[in-house]
């Protein structure tokens, strides 16, 4: 098993305002589709240097899915796109608020840090720089 997880779906309440926050934050392009599953909206992440086998994910907005603080917490990898400073840059600047800057976990593990995103999700960012 390379990877333990093989696919993430974060929950939106207003799809066109979370597809903007992250194609900015995850320098992606974002297809919204509304007949992979029937009833939601998915926003398939599509991001330029990805992999096939890499993991990916996609925005999802219908029943079921609540955007919120107290969901799983997703560590975005920030090793090929500006390290966790930069990554957190685009947060400020996509209307997401920074609520723990880059911290040192150790030199062994790397950096990371903590966001809220525009629709209310806490993540986080990790890398070794």
Not at 10 to 18: F, G, K, Q, T, Y
Not at 40 to 64: R, Y
Request: negative net charge.
């Amino acid at each position: 098993m390379a990877n333990l997880i093989n696919w993430i779906e974060i929950p939106v309440s207003d799809m066109n305002r979370a597809k903007t926050f992250y194609e900015n934050v995850l320098e992606a392009r974002i297809d919204i589709d509304e007949k992979i599953a029937p009833g939601f909206k998915m926003g398939i992440i599509n991001i330029p240097h990805m992999e096939k086998t890499d993991v990916s994910g996609a925005l999802v907005e219908g029943e079921g899915y609540k955007p919120g603080t107290n969901n799983t917490l997703i560590y975005f990898n920030a090793n090929n796109c500006g390290g966790v400073d930069g990554f957190l840059e685009r947060v400020q600047q996509a209307g997401g608020t920074v609520t723990c800057p880059k911290i040192l976990i150790t030199e062994e593990f790397g950096y990371c840090g903590f966001f809220i995103d525009t629709e209310g999700n806490r993540m986080a960012v990790h890398s070794m720089q």
